[in-house]
């Protein structure tokens, strides 16, 4: 690459667009010659147009910065020069190109037309597992000199820094790797294809030596993978019986405090494991309780040597524990300790069905990009994990193509024996001393015919208050035509080339059998009679909701419902579509009989071809097992509903069922088989485990149960205030409370200087709060983050929010638990209801009325306690460390005007609550967040 001049520019400009008036007001250029940075030049531009207030914010540029500055067409020629015989480079480049090209036309210069490159697009290819593609998270990853973001002088030499590290990211790659980037690179945006293919020239010129942890196989560049070492039960091993020693144990970590709560939490998780009680454990925030459960698990794994199952729910807490807690352990430890993560078959890549797609001709550039992403990341992964990924909404469509879907032991699959993740995940698994999962594998596992996990073992749940939900979602089923045109799409016609097509053609080659058209024309009576059902449904789902004022809506489908003359129409249509499906599944499988008993003739490829089929077949199989289940069948233990969004009906509409009580599934598959410890910071409601003991079955076993308390000193770090000038919930409309609430978040933000997260119970209010919000032009300063509104997962979003010297985050669902903002950066929390679920929610509608059957208030036995722990689990987001200081508003007053409300104000023990009007929060605002302001 040492021919090539590179010139990396960044352009700030008042608009997101040239055609709608934007234009350039700051102008920055990095030379690179033979890999060094060799030049910069940058200069403000008056861009002769207004600069709007949240680019200022954004940016620092004023128009008293620009006023005196020269306009583009002053600069044009210098700029013109820079870009001569230059690869110019930037991030996003079609952004900065198309503004440049503008501008250059505008002051009567030709176009740059030369080669462009986008570090956007190389970083995704060369960096596959990064979280973030945007520059400052790729600046933090690389340590990078960045220290003015969006100003262009700053940005663009940190594009230069990025584009070097990427570069020699690039030339450290094998050249078997590298060719077949440079066949997919055809099909991406910018020109990569050029750089890729000088350096396939330069590498052909020297003899390649292959790092000792790279392989080469079929023509495949993989990382190798150590065979794990089977681990032999130690009886030698014992937990530390006195206490001091427990605690040497922890002393040896740097930083580590010693808690009396995690120190009881240990020998109560020994105690467990050594009688095979079951036991719940509340542990509250600050406790400690990763390493409580870990520690003495791992003595236990050792001593026995059968590893012992962590299940949590959340992503985040996986990553925790094995990035963080684990490693701790090691250190303080006097032997190795060995962790695994297995995870559902779908997660892991299949090697064979990786290189049939990878030679498949590609159009479609989210496939290109994933398929140059995986090449790249099998030269880093040991799992084959594909979680790991940073992939497209496209480019996991084509992960559903080369993911693990089978037990067929085909030829192609058979090749890549030795090299298959998923069989290393049960290897590794099984020689672990700690196994880490999450609950809706260890609920699918728990009802498997062949389990994976160990049988008659121990198991930790922490997040414990989420398994009741896990396993009702996973137990549960669904049914939407977006799934069977999935499937109809995967077979396709004989013209798309796919497993219809390859079925005709080895049929035509192998057993003389012509084409047929008979099974097209059966596959698209499938699709017209499914989309007519759809279209049936979606009117009477439309008709009975019509008075929900929300887009997306449910339907609980009762006894009543399906009596009516409209479902015997919904009847009479599923019938169709359960015969004529059943037929094309019919003759799929008769033309594949002939070619199973030829099996042994065929070569790989096309072996793989029938067993795809196969799977494809069951699946469309389960999908009609499903339909009848749910139209004719529905079982009495099961609540049946209907959601979508009446905005696009046909494309989201589905029908779920889910078990009632899912705890009797519980009770039978897991606590009857294992020995099971139950962890998590809110289980109890009014000092009692009886409410999750219930939910999950657990009533039925003998337990042990703790309470270890939250060593944080809330009474000195925290208030709760309650508005007293506020409307009651039941006494306005959604609008006029929304207007309420934004009225508090508007004062309260400049009390504290932004730094809060409002957790709202229902989308609907929160977008009607952020859009009264954005209407008053109040906070035009602040940075609002909406749930829904701005782009972005929960993690994303947090991570904005932090970010921000003045932000405020509006979030439901998710944001109640799950997310960690310690110290200053949240300050306030804004609650505003109490977290009921919707009495009309199909799953508590069915649960309240068999509650009520067997003779209890389906309230105070379920609605009740569920929101408590809901409201525990959303006031543990404001004080996550010692130090962290913090009020918490409950905005609704049936805190204090119900005969419940106390409920909830005493199951956040020691914290002062007051009521105030608006003033008067306010003033306790600023006098208890003092020196946050």
């Given at each position: 690459m040492n021919d090539l001049r590179f010139v990396v520019a960044d352009f700030e400009t008042t608009g997101h667009s040239y055609a709608s008036g934007g234009r350039i007001m700051q102008a920055a250029f990095v030379a690179i010659e033979k890999?060094?940075?060799?030049?910069?030049?940058?200069?403000?531009?008056?861009?002769?147009?207004?600069?709007?207030?949240?680019?200022?914010?954004?940016?620092?540029?004023?128009?008293?910065?620009?006023?005196?500055?020269?306009?583009?067409?002053?600069?044009?020629?210098?700029?013109?020069?820079?870009?001569?015989?230059?690869?110019?480079?930037?991030?996003?480049?079609?952004?900065?190109?198309?503004?440049?090209?503008?501008?250059?036309?505008?002051?009567?210069?030709?176009?740059?037309?030369?080669?462009?490159?986008?570090?956007?697009?190389?970083?995704?290819?060369?960096?596959?597992?990064?979280?973030?593609?945007?520059?400052?998270?790729?600046?933090?990853?690389?340590?990078?000199?960045?220290?003015?973001?969006?100003?262009?002088?700053?940005?663009?030499?940190?594009?230069?820094?990025?584009?070097?590290?990427?570069?020699?990211r690039l030339e450290q790659l094998p050249l078997v790797t590298i060719e077949q980037l440079v066949k997919l690179a055809v099909g991406l945006k910018s020109d990569i294809y050029a750089l890729l293919t000088r350096m396939a020239v330069q590498k052909k010129k020297r003899i390649e030596t292959l790092p000792a942890d790279w392989t080469v196989y079929r023509g495949l560049a993989l990382r190798k993978k150590e065979r794990p070492v089977k681990r032999e039960a130690d009886k030698s091993i014992s937990f530390p019986e006195e206490v001091e020693a427990s605690w040497a144990l922890l002393a040896g970590v740097p930083g580590m405090e010693r808690r009396s709560?995690?120190?009881?939490?240990?020998?109560?998780?020994?105690?467990?494991?050594?009688?095979?009680?079951?036991?719940?454990?509340?542990?509250?925030t600050g406790t400690g309780k990763s390493l409580a459960y870990l520690l003495p698990s791992v003595y236990k794994s050792r001593q026995s040597g059968t590893p012992v199952i962590i299940s949590t729910y959340t992503v985040l807490l996986q990553h925790q524990l094995l990035e963080r807690e684990l490693k701790k352990m090691q250190t303080m430890l006097p032997f190795d300790v060995k962790a695994a993560v297995l995870k559902g078959k779908r997660h892991y890549l299949d090697l064979s069905r990786f290189v049939r797609v990878l030679r498949e001709r590609e159009t479609n550039y989210d496939r290109t990009i994933a398929k140059m992403q995986i090449l790249v990341w099998l030269l880093e992964t040991i799992t084959g994990d594909g979680d790991e990924l940073n992939l497209s909404s496209g480019g996991l469509l084509l992960w559903g193509e080369v993911c693990q879907e089978d037990d067929y032991m085909n030829k192609a699959k058979q090749a890549w024996r030795a090299y298959d993740f998923f069989l290393y995940a049960k290897e590794v698994a099984a020689n672990a001393d700690i196994i880490v999962t999450n609950h809706s594998f260890l609920i699918a596992d728990m009802k498997a015919e062949r389990p994976l996990l160990p049988e008659n073992g121990h198991v930790i749940v922490d997040e414990a208050h989420q398994f009741e939900k896990a396993a009702r979602e996973r137990l549960g089923k669904e049914l939407s035509l977006s799934q069977l045109k999935f499937l109809l799409g995967k077979m396709g016609t004989p013209d798309e080339k796919r497993l219809l097509y390859q079925i005709m053609r080895i049929e035509k080659k192998h057993l003389s059998v012509p084409p047929s058209v008979a099974l097209t024309k059966r596959m698209s009576s499938v699709l017209v009679e499914a989309e007519e059902w759809f279209a049936l449904i979606g009117a009477f789902f439309g008709q009975k909701t019509k008075w929900m004022a929300q887009s997306k809506r449910q339907l609980a489908i009762d006894e009543e419902k399906r009596q009516t003359a409209e479902w015997q129409q919904i009847e009479w249509g599923a019938e169709r579509i359960y015969k004529d499906l059943s037929l094309f599944i019919e003759e799929v499988s008769k033309k594949t009989a002939p070619i199973e008993q030829i099996r042994g003739q065929l070569p790989a490829r096309d072996e793989l071809f029938i067993d795809d089929t196969a799977v494809l077949l069951e699946r469309c199989r389960q999908w009609n097992e499903c339909l009848f289940e749910l139209v004719f069948r529905p079982d009495d233990r099961e609540v049946v509903w209907m959601e979508g969004d009446v905005r696009s009906l046909l494309n989201t509409l589905t029908m779920r069922t889910q078990p009632v009580h899912a705890g009797v599934l519980i009770s039978h598959y897991l606590l009857e088989r294992k020995h099971v410890v139950f962890t998590s910071a809110t289980l109890t409601v009014e000092d009692s485990f009886q409410f999750f003991a219930n939910e999950i079955g657990l009533s039925a076993f003998s337990y042990e149960e703790y309470v270890f308390k939250s060593p944080f000193n809330y009474a000195d770090h925290c208030r709760i205030v309650i508005p007293n000038d506020v409307p009651e919930v039941k006494d306005v409309d959604s609008l006029a409370y929304a207007a309420a609430v934004a009225n508090y978040i508007i004062a309260a933000a400049e009390a504290a200087g932004g730094r809060?997260?409002?957790?709202?119970?229902?989308?609907?209010?929160?977008?009607?709060?952020?859009?009264?919000?954005?209407?008053?032009?109040?906070?035009?300063?602040?940075?609002?983050?909406?749930?829904?509104?701005?782009?972005?997962?929960?993690?994303?979003?947090?991570?904005?929010?932090?970010?921000?010297?003045?932000?405020?985050?509006?979030?439901?669902?998710?944001?109640?638990?799950?997310?960690?903002?310690?110290?200053e950066d949240l300050s306030v929390l804004f609650i505003v209801r109490l977290p009921f679920a919707p009495p009309d929610d199909p799953f508590v509608a069915a649960k309240s009325k068999q509650l009520k059957e067997d003779g209890e208030n389906p309230f105070s036995a379920y609605s009740l306690p569920q929101a408590i722990i809901r409201f525990r689990q959303g006031f543990g987001r404001l004080i996550r460390t010692e130090s962290d200081r913090g009020v918490a508003v409950v905005f609704d007053r049936r805190i204090v005007s119900s005969g419940y409300g106390k409920s909830f104000l005493q199951s956040i023990p020691g914290v002062p609550a007051v009521e105030e009007d608006i003033a008067g929060t306010m003033e306790l605002i600023e006098k208890w967040l003092p020196n946050e302001k």
């Open positions: 890999g060094t940075i060799t030049e910069q030049y940058d200069t403000y531009l008056n861009p002769k147009a207004p600069i709007p207030p949240f680019i200022q914010e954004l940016t620092g540029i004023d128009e008293e910065t620009v006023k005196d500055a020269p306009p583009f067409s002053a600069k044009a020629s210098l700029f013109n020069e820079w870009m001569d015989a230059s690869v110019f480079v930037a991030h996003n480049v079609t952004f900065d190109l198309t503004f440049l090209n503008s501008e250059f036309a505008a002051a009567g210069y030709p176009p740059f037309e030369g080669l462009v490159i986008d570090t956007v697009e190389l970083s995704k290819i060369v960096l596959p597992t990064s979280d973030s593609y945007k520059l400052g998270d790729l600046s933090e990853q690389f340590q990078l000199n960045h220290g003015q973001p969006h100003r262009a002088d700053s940005d663009a030499y940190a594009t230069a820094q990025l584009f070097l590290q990427l570069m020699e709560g995690q120190m009881e939490m240990m020998r109560a998780v020994q105690k467990s494991l050594k009688s095979g009680v079951h036991t719940v454990i509340e542990a509250g809060m997260l409002v957790l709202f119970t229902s989308f609907d209010i929160l977008k009607k709060t952020y859009d009264y919000i954005r209407e008053t032009e109040l906070l035009a300063d602040y940075a609002i983050i909406a749930q829904g509104i701005t782009n972005g997962s929960v993690t994303r979003l947090t991570k904005n929010f932090r970010q921000y010297d003045k932000a405020i985050l509006l979030g439901t669902g998710a944001f109640w638990e799950g997310i960690d903002i310690p110290g």
